[in-house]
């Protein structure tokens, strides 16, 4: 069973950034690409960011490109989402998902606001 524990999220300015981590145990050969989906209040899922293990291949949606970058610690088992340049728009919570079945960690919530 893969499990995914995120960390990092917290309350930041416009403008700020924050780093979000998501630590992995269990993976397996299935587990070939992570990605980060964050669901504001009242509003649906919204996937931000997908990184490919193998190779680290990136792919963002227009929304966040430029501002989010994913990346791995494969000796950590970690992927990292750095968020930069944030808006209040982007205030959700933030998980982090692998593929190979529905496996998703608990979330972080990131509040951006002055």
């Known amino acids: 069973q893969v499990h995914l524990v995120e960390s990092g999220g917290g309350l930041v300015r416009p403008g700020g950034s924050l780093r979000l981590s998501c630590e992995i145990s269990g993976a397996t050969s299935d587990t070939r690409v992570i990605g980060w989906v964050r669901q504001a209040p009242g509003g649906g899922r919204e996937g931000v960011a997908c990184?490919?293990?193998?190779?680290?291949?990136?792919y963002y949606p227009p929304s966040v490109k430029g501002r989010f970058t994913t990346s791995t610690d494969n000796a950590k088992n970690t992927v990292y989402l750095d968020l930069n340049g944030l808006e209040p728009e982007d205030t959700a919570i933030y998980y982090c998902?692998?593929?190979?079945?529905?496996?998703w960690g608990q979330g972080t919530q990131v509040t951006v606001s002055s």
């Open positions: 990184i490919q293990i193998s190779d680290g291949s990136t």
């Open positions: 998902k692998a593929s190979g079945g529905d496996f």
